[in-house]
């Protein structure tokens, strides 16, 4: 009885204190259909504005791998990920609440932004500590600090000229932002052979 008492308080403790997005939000986004068209759209939509407004941002991880090996989003991706720096969050997220009201959710270091769908945008918030960009969520930033990066942790550390300045690449009829090395980037997540395609 003990032990189920101990799980239940972690479980609250995960998801009130160190969850990086809401319970309604982690129960929205196992909702989502695979509908990579729709996906595509959410990605213009948001990078539209994004840059209509002067917001930094650059696409990361899975959407940087099919957007510079493929040149389009990975057929059997299911989200998006971006990445924002902690600098820019604050005008970041007035920008997103006054364009998509309801659709973005506020996290602790990762935000979310649904289509109608249910298929979202991850944001992902980095934090500069001695030029070395970690997750700004304090639990994410411990697991990128303490654990070897595999399947189920994508997370890495990026040095500060690996991202920045920030580089764009035209997609789909709109501009995407990108890092400043994306190859040093892909290396670092998905090791030499990041233009071999693997289906996880």
């Not at 695979?34 to 990361?60: F, G, H, M, P, T």
Request: glycine share 4%; charged share 25%; hydrophobic share 40%.
């Amino acid at each position: 009885m003990k032990i189920i008492l101990v799980a239940i308080l972690i479980l609250i403790l995960f998801f009130c204190l160190l969850s990086p997005i809401s319970i309604k939000t982690y129960m929205l986004s196992m909702q989502k259909t695979e509908d990579v068209s729709s996906l595509k759209e959410l990605l213009r939509e948001c990078a539209q504005y994004l840059n209509k407004v002067n917001c930094s941002y650059q696409i990361c991880y899975g959407t940087l791998l099919g957007v510079i090996r493929e040149g389009d989003l990975i057929s059997w991706d299911n989200d998006i990920d971006i990445m924002i720096l902690e600098q820019d969050e604050q005008y970041f997220i007035e920008c997103m609440k006054s364009r998509f009201g309801k659709r973005f959710h506020v996290g602790k270091g990762l935000h979310r932004l649904f289509n109608q769908f249910n298929q979202y945008i991850d944001f992902y918030v980095y934090t500069f500590e001695d030029d070395i960009a970690l997750p700004k969520n304090l639990m994410l930033k411990f697991l990128t600090k303490h654990f070897k990066p595999n399947k189920y942790l994508i997370l890495h550390k990026f040095s500060k000229d690996c991202l920045l300045p920030v580089q764009e690449v035209k997609w789909n009829n709109c501009f995407l932002k990108i890092p400043n090395q994306p190859i040093v980037v892909l290396e670092t997540c998905y090791g030499k052979s990041w233009k071999i395609p693997k289906k996880w």
